[in-house]
Nanobody, 115 residues
Framework: QVQLVESGGGLVQAGGSLRLSCAAS????????MGWYRQAPGKQRDLVAQ???????NYADSVKGRFTISRDNAKNTVYLQMNNLKPEDTGVYYC?????????WGQGTQVTVSS
């Protein structure tokens, strides 16, 4: 059974930075397309960043130029570097693979950006 554990969230002022981590166990993330998703309060969970098996990254327009997705194959971990954070980036962040069926969701990590 695959387990995903997200960490690195917190409370930060607008303009600040955070680095999120997603540690996977039970499966390798090194060659799989992976994504970071954000669920803002009262809204659906949306994909904000993705990385292909070959390492090509794509981003939602709302985070392009500010977020960077990467992974460390040796640590079986996917990262999301978030810079110049804005209040609208507030939400719970989750990682998962991009292909169906998705793995069971982790607990997520809360990011709160104050203005």
């Amino acid at each position: 059974q695959v387990q995903l554990v997200e960490s690195g969230g917190g409370l930060v002022q607008a303009g600040g930075s955070l680095r999120l981590s997603c540690a996977a166990s039970g499966a390798s993330v090194s060659i799989r397309p992976m994504g970071w998703y954000r669920q803002a309060p009262g809204k659906q969970r949306d994909l904000v960043a993705q990385i292909s098996g070959g390492g090509i990254a794509n981003y939602a327009d709302s985070v392009k130029g500010r977020f960077t997705i990467s992974r460390d194959n040796a640590k079986n971990t996917v990262y999301l570097q978030m810079n110049n954070l804005k209040p609208e980036d507030t939400g719970v962040y989750y990682c998962n693979r991009l292909t169906n069926p998705l793995w069971s969701w982790g607990q997520g990590t809360q990011v709160t950006v104050s203005s």
